[in-house]
């Protein structure tokens, strides 16, 4: 698992404060995509044990809401295993902090995966420059949405994160 970048303190990607993990690896390639350094899985730096603990000390703080991670994707395939036992390690160590996840897979595609029901809110869809929407909040597209997990899951149909 590979990164490029720990943003503390972001207000942009999510619900409060909150830190930002932004992955290596994309498949998507969006036309006029707002990170395309990230593409690369191969790109960046490996995730390793110093990174995970600045993480910590982050989420650490009371007025840090949550994380959020973004990319690239962190759903490319090669990062999924890596990121689903942090996401583990966070909910054991932080069960109050929300996770957000920021990716190009449509819902319908990821829903399955083992560790969708640990996060609180995906954005999904891939950024579609003709859609663009300065005016979105969490989103860059009008295609994309931003999806209340738990109560997706609970009511077997997707609703949205208001």
């Known amino acids: 698992m590979?990164?490029?970048?720990?943003t503390k303190e972001d207000m942009l990607n999510?619900?409060?404060l909150r830190v930002v993990l932004w992955f290596a690896g994309c498949a998507h390639h969006c036309k006029n995509c707002q990170n395309p350094i990230t593409w690369d899985p191969e790109g960046g730096?490996?995730?390793?044990?110093?990174?995970?603990?600045?993480?910590?000390?982050?989420?650490?703080?009371?007025?840090?809401?949550?994380?959020t991670f973004s990319g690239g994707d962190?759903?490319?395939?090669?990062?999924?295993?890596?990121?689903?036992?942090?996401?583990?390690?966070?909910?054991?160590?932080?069960?109050?902090?929300?996770?957000?996840?920021?990716?190009?897979y449509l819902w319908e595609e990821i829903k399955d995966l083992e560790l969708i029901p640990c996060l609180d809110v995906v954005v999904d869809g891939t950024f579609v420059e003709e859609l663009k929407?300065?005016?979105?909040?969490?989103?860059?597209s009008s295609n994309q949405r931003v999806i209340d997990v738990k109560t997706t899951l609970t009511l077997k149909k997707t609703v949205l994160y208001a």
């Open 2 to 6: 590979r990164y490029h970048n720990i």
């Open 14 to 16: 999510g619900d409060g």
């Open 45 to 67: 730096l490996p995730f390793d044990e110093a990174a995970k603990q600045e993480i910590f000390e982050e989420l650490e703080k009371d007025y840090i809401s949550g994380i």
């Open 74 to 104: 962190p759903l490319y395939p090669g990062t999924r295993d890596g990121l689903f036992l942090l996401i583990k390690e966070i909910k054991e160590r932080y069960p109050n902090k929300t996770i957000w996840l920021y990716t190009g």
């Open 133 to 140: 929407d300065n005016n979105l909040p969490w989103k860059g």
